[in-house]
Structures are given as structure tokens and as C-alpha cells.
């Protein structure tokens, strides 16, 4: 026998991948670690492709409707599957019912943040715990601009360092005057406490 001729598994793994049925354990992208409950990290992922499917409520084991996503992350294609609904739950974490005693739903927050997003779209994806409790949601943001943004940016500008408009006191002429250092309403930039709205 070679050294160099496949293994059993190798001859295993291909005869599986031949006829489609492969274990896609390895491909999922894990945004928390499950024993630390803590982020594995920041992923920037490019978003390819979602659908529904039957899946399996991981703490009842009852059916449930799943969203499973495949994204691309350093050249490989990776799955992440999340419940399409969750449970509704009180400040002390008991799950809130509707007025005929049904568990009250709402959709997953990744599922309504991934409405925001176009399939190509680069995402930057970061678990997040939420201030005291146990859990947290994986927040996304995308990266890559619209078609038309980089005719919008000043010369020199950064793409991905956004101006923040501030919403309270200031109007949108002001913005520009703002971020070049004179604070609109002022002769000198400096702030009258009595020109405070609150």
C-alpha cells in the first residue's frame, strides 16, 4: 500500500461528498461560544443566501421554523441557522401569553436585522450580550456601500467613518458647520446653558 493512496475516511468522505450527503456540523459559524456564553469574536461575513426549513428547538426538542443563512467567511462557505420566532419574555424572564393563553412570539432579532440586508452585502457580525441576564443577540452591520455612496464623499473622506447627524437641538444646515468645529446658535462655539432645550 502507498503512502500517498487515500485513506478509508479520505475514500468515505469522498463517496459522501459525491452523493450529497456530507454532515454540515463543521460549517457553522458560531458567533458565541457555547460553555463561555461570551463573543468568539468580530466575523465579517458576505452574505449569499437564506431560506426556511423544518428544524429542531434545541432545548424542547419539539419541531420548530428555522432561517438557515449561508454567509462566506474567510473563502469559505459557513450556515447559520437560527428560530424564525422567539418567546416573548418579562423582565423576570417568564414568557409573556397572549389573551388565550398561547405563548406570546415575535420574530428573531437576527431575522429582522437580515431584512436590512442584500444578498452580496458584506456584514460585520459580533455577539453582544445584553446588560444583566444571561443572553444577547448577535448584532450585524454592513460594510459595503450602496452603488452611488462613493459620488456622495468628500475627497480624502474615509468610506467606512460615517458622519453622525446629532438629532436634538441641531437642523441638517447646521450638520456641516457642526463637524468642522462651530456649534451652530453660538458667535463663539461655545455652548449657552441657557440655548439648552432640557
Do not use: C
Not at 452523493?19 to 468568539?40: A, H, M, P, V
Not at 437564506?50 to 434545541?58: I, K
Not at 444646515?173 to 455652548?191: C, L, Q, R, S, Y
Request: aromatic share 8%.
Amino acid at each position: 500500500m502507498s503512502i500517498n493512496s487515500p485513506t478509508s475516511s479520505q475514500k468515505a468522505y469522498q463517496w459522501a461528498k459525491e452523493k450529497g450527503i456530507l454532515s454540515e456540523r463543521g460549517n457553522y459559524i458560531k458567533f458565541k461560544d457555547s460553555k463561555t456564553q461570551k463573543s468568539t469574536g468580530e466575523h465579517i461575513i458576505k452574505f449569499l443566501d437564506d431560506h426556511s426549513v423544518d428544524g429542531t428547538n434545541f432545548k424542547t426538542r419539539k419541531p420548530e421554523k428555522k432561517m438557515r443563512y449561508t454567509f462566506e467567511e474567510d473563502g469559505v462557505e459557513k450556515i447559520y441557522e437560527t428560530a424564525l420566532l422567539s418567546l416573548v419574555k418579562d423582565r423576570d424572564g417568564n414568557v409573556e401569553k397572549n389573551d388565550d393563553g398561547s405563548d406570546k412570539v415575535k420574530l428573531s432579532i437576527f431575522v429582522e436585522q437580515m431584512q436590512d440586508f442584500e444578498r452580496g452585502d458584506i456584514l460585520r457580525a459580533n455577539y453582544t450580550p445584553n446588560k444583566g441576564s444571561l443572553g444577547g443577540f448577535t448584532k450585524l452591520d454592513k460594510m459595503n456601500m450602496e452603488d452611488g455612496d462613493e459620488e456622495e464623499l468628500e475627497e480624502g473622506e474615509d468610506p467606512e467613518i460615517r458622519k453622525v447627524v446629532p438629532k436634538a437641538g441641531a437642523i441638517d444646515e447646521d450638520a456641516e458647520e457642526f463637524f468642522n468645529g462651530h456649534v451652530p446658535g453660538t458667535d463663539d462655539g461655545e455652548i449657552n446653558p441657557d440655548n439648552i432645550p432640557f
